[in-house]
């Protein structure tokens, strides 16, 4: 069974930085792209940011563009995400998700909340 | 970037009916588009994939049609486990959009 676990969610202050994580289990993680989705309070979805099976290939929303970096490491079954310079405008939960091939996405985390307030 | 829009934004319906959701790109994105289901509280749930390909364990009475600008999610009898919001959401080209969301809730 595929399961997918995000961590490092919490308040970050403006401007500053934080790193998300998702733990995967239960499938041959280097064979899938992952890809970031994130929802703000009360929203809908917004993709963020998504990463090939052997990391080489990376791709980010305009809105996160510069500021967010996605990585993953294959020998530890684990996707990243580094968020700086962060704004209330990232204010929402994360959810890590892989990536079915065809950019459809059928297994999702349980998300993290990321709150930026000072 | 490709701009996704759905219609209608919500709708209220009873149990038995038939629903569509209309999901349309600012350009053509083929086949490369996918509906998801949400619920509160929880992570989307892949319905449709390729615009008309059901995914693994969803029930038969979804779903979807299209091509190009234009896509239908199609609810064929609406069960009380389907009020949720809909999203619809194009893989053709990077990044990879959703649109804003259909709510389904019970008439």
């Known amino acids: 069974e595929v399961q997918l676990l995000e961590s490092g969610g919490g308040l970050g202050q403006p401007g500053g930085s934080l790193r998300l994580s998702c733990s995967a289990s239960?499938?041959?993680?280097?064979?899938?792209?992952m890809t970031w989705v994130r929802q703000a309070p009360g929203k809908g979805l917004e993709w963020v940011s998504a990463v090939s099976g052997p990391g080489g290939t990376t791709y980010y929303a305009d809105s996160v563009k510069g500021r967010f970096t996605i990585s993953r490491d294959n020998s530890k079954n684990t996707l990243y995400l580094q968020m700086n310079s962060l704004s209330a405008e990232d204010t929402a939960v994360y959810f890590c998700?892989?990536?079915?091939?065809?950019?459809?996405?059928?297994?999702w985390g349980q998300g993290t909340l990321v709150t930026v307030s000072s | 970037d490709i701009q996704m829009t759905q219609s209608p934004s919500s709708l209220s319906a009873s149990v038995g009916d038939r629903v569509t959701i209309t999901c349309r790109a600012s350009q053509s994105t083929s086949t490369y588009l996918n509906w998801y289901q949400q619920k509160p509280g929880k992570a989307p749930k892949l319905l449709i994939y390729?615009?008309?390909s059901l995914q693994s364990g969803v029930p038969s009475r979804f779903s979807g049609s299209g091509s190009g600008t234009t896509f239908t999610l199609t609810i064929s009898s609406l069960q009380p486990e389907d009020f949720a919001t809909y999203y619809c959401?194009?893989?053709?080209?990077?990044?990879?959009?959703f649109g804003p969301g259909t709510k389904v809730d019970i008439k």
């Open positions: 239960g499938l041959t993680f280097s064979s899938y792209a």
């Open positions: 998700a892989l990536d079915y091939g065809v950019g459809a996405l059928p297994y």
């Open positions: 959401q194009q893989t053709y080209d990077t990044p990879f959009t």
């Open positions: 390729a615009t008309s």
